[in-house]
């Protein structure tokens, strides 16, 4: 896997899950959207988007589709998928669980 | 979908996933204003293929593409490493489709699981057969426990208008093919309804017999055709595939109850304690052979309360199809002989596997440069284990598959050679190619993991630094080489050994003929019973055959026998005085000696006027007495122990005599076996149930046969057969002759292997010490001692594989003592012979290299370097 460029590891893919998670979205539009819901503080070296993608697939958290896009390009989009909900979810309560105790650890001085 | 599903799915259509993931990367990339920014597409890709896990298999491909790469390189290292596992594998896997045919598998009679033979036994003692009369007792009131009985007899007849040849034939009860679910391949086979005793008279040729007799003509069908003499109509040809109960098909059928058809006086169908026939029958569905067996003891009481011949504590005791047949300890005896010969077949794959890992090891350790400049690049141990044992694996795959040809072809030829019957199907079933997975698989650890593991073990990163000098020599004198060297030798002198064994145990049979003189000899059998004649009736008819026979000039001696040589019904007793010893008792005309060529060594012989009266063998004499000077003597010697009913104590009494001769030892009826000995009485009346009569001729064996068929046809009716006894030696001798063969060849191969072993590591370690034994050479070292510097080396390892060899041979040869093999326990000369001949391939192998270095002028080899 790519060095997660100022990620902490593993959130990548809980990203893409959650911004997948309202309308199937092709590669560039998941960077786009990643970087507006962050505003623009996450700059992710947008290839890696692919490897995670991959992985996401092979665990058939999503699923890809060849469309046109808005542009007329051709592009892939990924649908989440129900099996893909859940481990959003469960990645999302392990994530908010990590959060949690980081802080609570860190406002203890 | 499942994951792994998925996984596969992808693996298959990887190169369109991938374009699509490049197209899909590129596009992201002219998308964007700073394309930069998007990252290396090929990392990425080589990311991506990370994901979906299929990185080991591209490894493991790269891995398997060097090795068939390296084999092609050297083709010789190829074919022989190939060769080498297909011996050792496929002589395993020829074993095992031998018993999976012969032991496993149940005949393939329909719905085997209700089949049972009933043998008929007693607290003291079983027969296989059964009179004819109580099969049908048993059939009539056996309502609910047996669903159908099935008969055989076999018996040999006279085939032709003249009857001139022999044929052999199985009188069937006529539901035999419908319960055995067979039908016919021309015409029809035999029918309840159709072959009663009054029916036409008829007979079903087997699909061999048609096909090499008849030469395949499908006109036979309805044609008439003699059978002793008598015309029948052939109803059909019997099923190509048909099996036979007890591997046997006879060369035709003719239904029992037409039996008296061809001999009206015939009382096998009406005595109950005359002559007798093999009962089979299927179980009633739900009952088991035990509660069977139980059900019928009532009908068994029932008939000895009508018949004395039946005794009342007398039961049928059920044998079961799945078991062939075989009584349990008939069938426990063939396993140890199996399991034992498995032993020894498992022992040439491991001599096989370790010479190959040997093999496998020096070609690796010229390797451990580049291994190392692998690892110095980074690469883990873990990831060179597993590129040296890939490597392995075409090797082993060829091996494999080698091995099912062999097995294959090595059936086929058993099979012709053996002459078995074609329904026992030896082609490769799904069991044999996982027991060739199995065997490949265990190859493997010894060929690919051993070595490489114990090469990765090594400090490899240095072998960067002096080119290997150092591993290659830790290498060489790991333990794990000098395990293989003595695993190797140990085994291929066991394999020497035991098949010196065999071979011995050949010529003793060779030699112990010699005690009786086969070669001039002929035997005429006449079953005289068949026509109905009384015993003293067929006494008066045999000693007029034999005149007629003595009239002949070129007849030199005859005499009537009850067991001729070679052949025939033997009484067969175990004497308390005599444990181990198993004594042939025949009862013979007194011109028997002259006959057989067996010299008296005391005493006179008997005549029939004297019942009560014996003659011994030297052997008998000796092992009963302790000495020959027996004349006078009473037979058997009073022996201790009380007897164990009032049966064996008639038996003893009818035993007993005066020994009025001692002859020389003559194993004639069991020429190979090391454990009998011979006892002659007069003939009785009672006798001419069942006798021979063996004649010697002036000049060739040969000639005798028709002068004895003609003797024996005064009674039209007669149907005699005559046999010349080189002929039955022969065929007695072919089954050891081809065993012993084969194990000599098998032994000399595991030998051959051990040799390049030797050969191997001798030479392995002379190229490593070139250099060494250069600057010993230079400083003054003598020849012979520079030798032995070299060949201690395997000096060690032979002596331990060599001793255990022996030790192991002494249990096998005492494992194999008995039928079939009779090897002598710890035969010194086999054991000597083997040593002698390991000893002289074993100094070649180790001294040869050792030779060639030193005269090669190895001062040369410093200049180089």
Known sequence: MPKSNGLPPGTLILLILRVVRQEPLHGYAIAQRIRALS??????????????????????????????????RQVRSYRITAKGLKQLESEQDDYQRMADAIAAILQST | MNTWFRRVWHLLNRSRRERELVTEMNEHRASMHDPSKFGDTHRLLEYSRDAWGWNWLDD?????????????????????????????????????????????NPPPVRDADSWVRFVRASPHSRTSTVPYPLTQF???????????VILEYQSGMGWGRDAGEQVN??????????????????????????????????????????????????????????????????????????????????????????????????????????????????????????AAREALRTTMQAASAEHTQIKNDEWLEPLLAANNFMRDDERYAVLAVISLLGALTTLVLIVAAANLGNLVMSRATGRVRELGVRMALGARRSRIVRQLVIESVPVVVMGALGSLAFATAAATA??????????????????????????????????????????????????????GQNVSRMLDRTMMRRVMVV????????????????????????????????????????????????????????????????????????????????????NETNYNATPGLRTMTQSVDPEYFATMQ??????????????????????????????????????????????????????????????????????????????????????????????????????????????????????????????????????????????????????????????????????????????????????????????RAIVRQVLTPVVVGAAIGIV??????????????YLENADPIAFGAALAVFAAAGAAAALWPAYQVLRSNPVEALRHS
């Not at chain 2, 192991?808 to 093999?821: N, Q, Y």
Request: net charge neutral.
């Open chain 1, 39 to 72: 505003s623009d503080q996450l700059s992710v070296e947008e290839g890696s988007l692919y490897p995670a993608l991959q992985k996401l697939l092979a665990n058939g958290w999503v699923k890809a589709e060849w469309t046109t896009s808005d542009t007329g």
């Open chain 2, 60 to 104: 493991a491909m790269q891995d398997l593409t060097v090795g068939v790469r390296t084999l092609i390189k050297s083709p010789s290292f190829a074919i022989t490493a190939t060769l080498i596992l297909t011996f050792g594998i496929g002589l395993n896997l020829t074993l095992f489709q031998m018993i999976r045919v012969g032991l496993l």
């Open chain 2, 138 to 148: 048993v059939k009539d009131n056996s309502t609910g426990v047996l669903a159908s």
């Open chain 2, 169 to 290: 034939a199985s009188f069937v009860s006529s539901n035999w093919f419908e319960e055995i679910g067979y039908g016919a391949a021309h015409g029809r086979v035999l029918g309840d309804a159709l072959d009663t005793r009054a029916g036409a008279p008829v007979v079903v040729l087997s699909h061999t017999f048609w096909r090499n007799r008849l030469g395949a003509d499908p006109n036979v069908v309805g044609s008439i055709v003699y059978v002793d003499r008598k015309p029948v109509t052939v109803a059909g040809v019997a099923a190509a595939a048909l099996p036979g109960l007890d591997f046997n098909v006879p060369d035709m059928f003719v239904p029992i109850t037409q039996r008296e058809y061809y001999y009206p006086q015939s009382t096998l169908l009406r005595s109950w304690n005359d002559e007798a026939v093999d009962m089979y029958a299927r179980l009633a569905p739900g009952v088991s052979a035990a």
């Open chain 2, 414 to 467: 058993i099979a012709a050679l053996g002459g078995f019957p074609p329904y026992l199907d030896f082609s490769i079933k799904w069991g044999t190619v996982m027991v060739a997975l199995v065997l490949a698989l265990l190859s493997l650890v010894v060929v690919g993991l051993l070595p490489a593991w114990k090469i990765a073990q090594q400090h490899l990163i240095d072998a960067v630094k002096d080119g």
């Open chain 2, 487 to 570: 695993s190797q030798v140990a085994g291929s002198c066991l394999l020497l050994i035991v098949a010196g064994m065999m071979v011995r145990s050949v010529q003793r049979a060779v030699a112990s003929s010699a005690g009786f003189d086969y070669q001039r000899a002929a035997v005429l059998s006449m079953p005289l019973g068949r026509y109905g004649m009384p015993v003293d009736a067929r006494r008066s008819y045999w000693y007029q055959v034999k005149e007629r026979v003595l009239a002949n000039p070129e007849v030199e001696a005859a005499a009537i026998v009850t067991a001729a040589p070679l052949g025939g019904r033997v």
């Open chain 2, 598 to 787: 067996i010299p008296l060594v005391s005493g006179r012989m008997f005549s029939a006027s004297e019942p009560n009266t014996v003659i011994v063998s030297r052997r008998l004499a000796l092992e009963m007495y302790g000495t020959v000077d027996v004349l006078g003597r009473e037979f058997p010697v009073s022996a201790g122990g009380p007897s164990r009913s009032a049966a064996d104590e008639a038996k003893l009494r009818a035993d007993q005599g005066t020994i009025v001769g001692v002859a020389a030892d003559a194993h004639s009826i069991k020429v190979d076996a090391n454990d009998v000995a011979e006892l002659y009485r007069p003939l009785k009346v009672e006798d001419f149930g069942e006798v021979e009569l063996v004649a010697r001729a002036r000049t060739d064996a040969d000639r005798l046969l028709p002068i004895l068929r003609e003797a024996a046809m005064q009674d039209p009716r007669v149907i005699p057969s005559a046999r010349a006894m080189h002929e039955d030696f022969d065929r007695h001798m072919q089954g050891p002759r081809i065993a012993s063969a084969l194990s000599a060849g098998i032994g000399l191969l595991t030998l051959a292997l051990a040799c390049l072993g030797i050969f191997g590591v001798v030479s392995y370690g002379v190229a490593l010490r070139t250099k060494e034994i250069g600057i010993r050479v230079a400083l003054g070292a003598q020849q012979p001692a520079l030798l």
């Open chain 2, 808 to 821: 192991l041979a002494i249990p096998t040869g005492m494992m194999l003592r008995s039928e079939p093999f």
